[in-house]
Every structure is written in structure tokens, then in C-alpha cells.
């Protein structure tokens, strides 16, 4: 069972998924994970947890001579 997130209801919940597939004219073929959601029973995408912008910050400005060609 995956997590899923429902942008509509703000709610995270497992479910086992269904893969969508689809053609993309830029990258080919693609797919993802999807679920129904138990509350609204809107179709909603696998939950992804947000990366911290804090780690992003401290690995760009880690190295000094890096950062001079900026």
C-alpha cells in the first residue's frame, strides 16, 4: 500500500494504486501512481513529502570556490 495525498481534502491516506500511463509528444511514454480518495473520491497522486529548502541552501553555498562563478 502507497501513501497518497488528496489536494482537495489537504488528507494523506494509503491506498493501493493504479497505474495511469499516458504519451507525452516532449518525453514519450509516462506513467504514475493514483488512487481514489476514501473522503471525496476525487483521483489524487502519490504523496510526496516537500524537500527542505534549508538543506538546498547550505549544499550551494558549502564550497566557496563554487559559488565565485555566480
Do not use: T
Request: with cysteine; charged share 35%.
Amino acid at each position: 500500500m502507497e501513501k497518497f495525498y488528496c489536494k482537495n481534502c489537504q488528507k494523506i491516506f494509503k491506498a493501493k494504486g493504479k497505474k495511469k500511463e499516458w504519451e507525452s509528444s516532449i518525453f514519450g511514454k509516462q506513467w504514475k501512481l493514483v488512487a481514489e480518495c476514501p473522503f471525496c473520491h476525487q483521483e489524487c497522486e502519490e504523496y510526496r513529502p516537500e524537500i527542505s529548502k534549508k538543506g538546498k541552501d547550505f549544499r550551494e553555498n558549502s564550497c566557496p570556490l563554487c559559488s565565485l562563478g555566480r
